[in-house]
């Protein structure tokens, strides 16, 4: 019988005010107190004029965990069961996927959003997630399972939302919060954040820098500096405006992977996980986003809100050749590296609508979204001259573009306690490519315009059993559009397939969620189809693929006292390819189960401490199961903590912060590339001070 477990604790408290007036605030020593931080039930039928109703989504409140530095996301999303991190040590890019739904790798196959809008240049042509917000900066994590391509669009694994922190919609006196942070391989990070505002208006202000050496020998490190202003204008009390500008730059050190076993011309797992492969291999990325949002109560049943944003970024690598040695775990030797850069330039808007009304004595609600974004992304590839060479030949040369428009509405009708939600989406996707340059191409220049319309149909049903737990179900469709890659592949002699479509999914799922006295659960079966997968056959691309996958989620949480508070959580799962020479086997990165596991304690009113772990079953990093893409099970402990000191240079709050990652120091590894295994990171340490002024 399948059970899943996951202890997990809530470790703050909120820093007490007296008084209403102006200038009121008053800071003293908050006591920690414990409670849930996840929120598997929602609160009401819609949240952020989007139905939620007779969906899978898991809220996790990160303002209330102890901090946790360098984005490791194995704790930030410790709570959410289901989602599986291949980790990337050199931070560089969110590598995520879910229910066997395929690679992980730069969590192409999960809508990766912020605050609502893609952190993708283009979800349709190029789905990368390579920036993420730091954790000190959320507010929220949201995922999205079943009916997220309804509410988003494109995405066969799911929606993950990251929700920042916003400036205050109330009176509050100026604040500064500063977490500062140092720790092994010579890591330092610092997050800074200035608030303040009044019924009118409010600012948010934050700069977050970091930097480590990486624990691989050479190559592993990486900088980040991610400076972002977030202003709130209150017209009246009816209409808002928010303003976001965040700016993220990025340099990453990329060490490659090692081979299995030992050989000639190549570092292998034997020679120890620190050994590096690619000692100039390198990624830099440039980041720029602004965004502008309007939110109007037209009465106390309609509400409105648009939002209107453009993000420019800009992708580099720098990639020595191997110099004839094995790709797999080889060491670069050649005297010449491969320069790629993309450059994308997106404009969009996200307009959604929210109308509550009553009909045959029930209460409903109709949610409608019309979005629309144009990307337009220049592609060039160089040979330079040396293995360090920052300009070069120019090789490859593409215009790529893309323009998508979609259309969502749905309705909760609500009948007693039950409710029924249909959905429909219907989305246009256009993608040009034109192909300028192509040096030793064996195929003319290649031109290609191709536009899909695409409709996905839902419905999602909820039976309130008392109004403290439900019963769920929801039937929903979802899809992937052909990236750039897929419609005009960049290896030479590769050809397009002129008949290539979207891949599609077909997700089930049935559920129970509900709090109970001391205890709130959610648990869900699910099944997911998922057609027309994108591949090659010979040198052409094409839709040939189709997989299924079904399982358990389930998470537990429970406030057991005042010192103590448990969350079990996990999944499990089964997974197989039912289509194409490799039927019957596993999907890859799907593991039969995870289970997850945290005890939060908090003492003395002052201090907190929370013990996660993570078991994961083998499973393998391709659909082929072979050798080289083996990844055991493992078990991995966590350590995070933090301590309320009392004033410290003036600061009227001080915390030290303090934590351990990987506390077993297991040798393990959850991420194999083309290149090799890339190897987990060591047992480290990390403390530092939190100050609010």
């Not at 020593?29 to 009401?44: D, F």
């Not at 609600?365 to 920052?390: I, V």
């Not at 301590?643 to 393990?668: C, M, T």
Request: hydrophobic share 30%; aromatic share 10%.
């Amino acid at each position: 019988m399948l059970v899943a477990f996951i202890f997990s604790s809530t470790l703050f408290a909120q820093v007490p005010t007296s008084g209403s007036g102006r200038g009121s605030k008053t800071f003293e020593l908050p006591p920690m107190t414990l409670q849930s931080t996840t929120r598997n039930i929602p609160n009401s039928t819609v949240v952020d004029k989007k139905i939620v109703s007779g969906k899978k989504v898991t809220t996790i409140d990160q303002e209330n965990i102890p901090t946790v530095p360098n984005n490791n996301y194995r704790q930030t999303i410790a709570e959410i069961p289901g989602l599986i991190t291949s980790e990337v040590n050199n931070e560089s890019y969110i590598s995520m996927t879910s229910r066997g739904l395929g690679d992980p790798h730069e969590g192409f196959n999960i809508l990766m959003l912020r605050d609502g809008i893609p952190m993708a240049a283009d979800p349709y042509g190029y789905p990368a997630a390579y920036y993420s917000p730091p954790s000190e900066a959320l507010s929220k994590i949201e995922f999205y399972r079943s009916g997220a391509g309804l509410l988003f669009g494109p995405q066969p694994g799911g929606a993950l939302n990251f929700k920042l922190k916003s400036a205050p919609s109330e009176w509050q006196e100026n604040q500064i919060l500063t977490k500062n942070i140092g720790g092994s391989f010579n890591r330092i990070s610092t997050y800074t954040e200035i608030t303040g505002g009044n019924e009118k208006k409010g600012y948010l202000g934050s700069f977050h820098a970091r930097g480590t050496d990486g624990f691989r020998e050479k190559n592993s490190d990486s900088r980040i500096l991610n400076p972002r202003f977030n202003f709130r204008l209150t017209n009246q009390e009816f209409r808002r405006f928010y303003f976001d500008l965040d700016v993220f730059q990025g340099h990453f050190g990329e060490p490659g992977g090692l081979a299995r076993t030992s050989g000639a011309n190549i570092y292998s797992l034997a020679d120890g996980f620190k050994k590096t492969t690619l000692e100039n291999d390198r990624l830099e990325v440039d980041r720029q986003s602004l965004s502008l949002t309007w939110e109007e109560d037209w009465s106390p049943t309609t509400i409105s809100s648009v939002t209107v944003w453009t993000t420019n970024l800009e992708r580099s690598s720098f990639r020595q050749a191997l110099g004839g040695n094995p790709t797999f775990g080889g060491i670069a030797v050649g005297t010449t590296n491969t320069i790629q850069v993309q450059k994308f330039s997106a404009i969009g808007f996200d307009a959604r609508f929210l109308k509550n009304y009553s009909l045959f004595g029930e209460n409903h609600h109709l949610t409608a979204a019309l979005t629309g974004m144009t990307t337009k992304s220049p592609f060039s590839q160089m040979t330079g001259d040396s293995p360090t060479a920052t300009t070069g030949t120019e090789t490859k040369d593409l215009n790529r573009a893309t323009d998508s428009q979609a259309f969502a509405v749905e309705n909760a009708f609500q009948s007693g306690k039950l409710t029924v939600t249909p959905g429909i989406r219907l989305e246009n996707i256009k993608q040009k490519i034109d192909e300028n340059k192509n040096s030793g191409s064996a195929v003319p220049l290649r031109n290609t315009s191709k536009t899909n319309s695409v409709s996905l149909y839902g419905l999602g049903l909820e039976y309130q059993l008392n109004p403290k737990y439900q019963t769920y179900a929801n039937l929903s469709e979802g899809y992937k559009p052909p990236s750039f890659q897929d419609t005009i592949p960049l290896g030479t002699g590769d050809l397009v397939s002129e008949e290539i479509n979207e891949a599609r999914t077909w997700s089930r799922e049935l559920g129970f969620r509900g709090q109970f006295e001391k205890i709130e659960a959610d648990v869900s079966l699910f099944k997911v189809n998922y057609s027309n997968q994108f591949g090659r056959v010979g040198n052409v691309f094409k839709n040939i693929g189709a997989s299924e996958s079904e399982g358990l989620d389930a998470s537990f949480s429970s406030k057991l006292n005042d010192s103590f508070n448990l969350h079990l959580g996990g999944s499990w799962l089964k997974s197989r390819i039912t289509s194409g020479t490799l039927e019957v086997k596993a999907t890859q990165y799907s593991p039969s189960s995870i289970i997850r596991a945290g005890l939060g304690y908090v003492y003395g009113n002052y201090s907190v401490l929370r013990l996660q772990g993570q078991w994961t079953e083998k499973h393998s990093g391709d659909d082929a199961h072979s050798t080289n893409f083996k990844i055991p099970r493992y078990t991995l402990f966590d350590l995070t903590g933090e301590h309320v000191i009392g004033k410290l240079w003036g600061a009227p709050e001080s915390r030290f912060l303090y934590g351990i990652q990987n506390v077993l120091d297991e040798e393990y590894f959850s991420r194999i590339r083309s290149n090799g295994v890339e190897p987990g990171q060591p047992r480290s340490f990390f403390a530092g001070l939190s100050l609010v002024f």
